[in-house]
Every structure is written in C-alpha cells, then in structure tokens.
C-alpha cells in the first residue's frame, strides 16, 4: 500500500494530504485552526468536549488552542486525510459535518496541487 504525504505552505496556511500513520501522536494543540477532512480509515476525533467515531467524507473544524486527538482504529495505513491549518485572527467554532459535494471539489483541487508542487522540485 502506498503510503504519502504532500504539502502546500505559505506564510499563514499549510495544507497536508496524506496517507497513513501521522507524524504526530497523543493530543495536540495549535495556535491555529484546523480543518481535517477524513476521506479513508476508521477512526475516533477526542477533544476535550466530545469524543466521536469519524465517517468517510466527513469535514471537522477545530479552533485554534483545542486540545484534540485522532485516534486511528486497526490499521494506519488506511488513515487518509486532508489537513489545512491557518490563522486568522479570529478563532472558528468547532464544527462536525459530512462534506458537500463543493467541499470535496475543493480539496479534490488542493490534492492535485500538492502533488503537482511536489512533482515539480
């Protein structure tokens, strides 16, 4: 199976497609938000609020100094997903949802970057 990651950086926002185990284990927190959107994998999203098993396609939003964990159930190299973290000055609410079709074009649109960037170098 193959395993990746791709990446996209600027100065205020990093976008990360990947798959398999994450670099990062144990609870994390950031000084900014995160959106993940989980495409593959069985998995399990702990914050310090709720604890919820996570669908495919399924979009999260967690404000910046949340304390939050993704924890991969069975097998990592299942673990797909798309990562986009970003400050503003503001801190986003967290939020739970499926995915619309509009949202999955969109990070459709940001995985062929990535990996065209990469590519690239």
């Known amino acids: 199976m193959e395993l990746f990651e791709h990446f996209i950086k600027t100065d205020n ?17 950031h000084i900014y938000n995160e959106i993940i959107y989980f495409i593959g994998g069985n ?44 400050s503003v000055p503001y801190t986003c609410k967290f939020s739970f949802t499926k995915a619309d079709n509009e949202t999955k074009y969109l990070f459709s649109k940001l995985i062929n970057n990535a990996e065209s960037e990469e590519k690239e170098e």
């Not at 926002?13 to 927190?29: D, M, N, Q, R, T």
């Not at 996570?54 to 190299?77: A, D, F, R, S, W």
Request: proline share 3%; with cysteine; hydrophobic share 35%.
């Open 43 to 86: 998995a399990e999203l702990i914050t310090e609020f709720t604890h919820l098993k996570i669908e495919p396609n399924t979009l999260i939003v967690i404000p910046k100094e949340t304390y939050h964990q993704v924890k991969i159930i069975g097998n990592e190299e299942n673990y797909h997903r798309c990562i986009l973290n970003f």
């Open 13 to 29: 926002v990093i976008f990360k497609h990947a798959k398999g185990k994450s670099s990062l284990s144990g609870k994390e927190f």
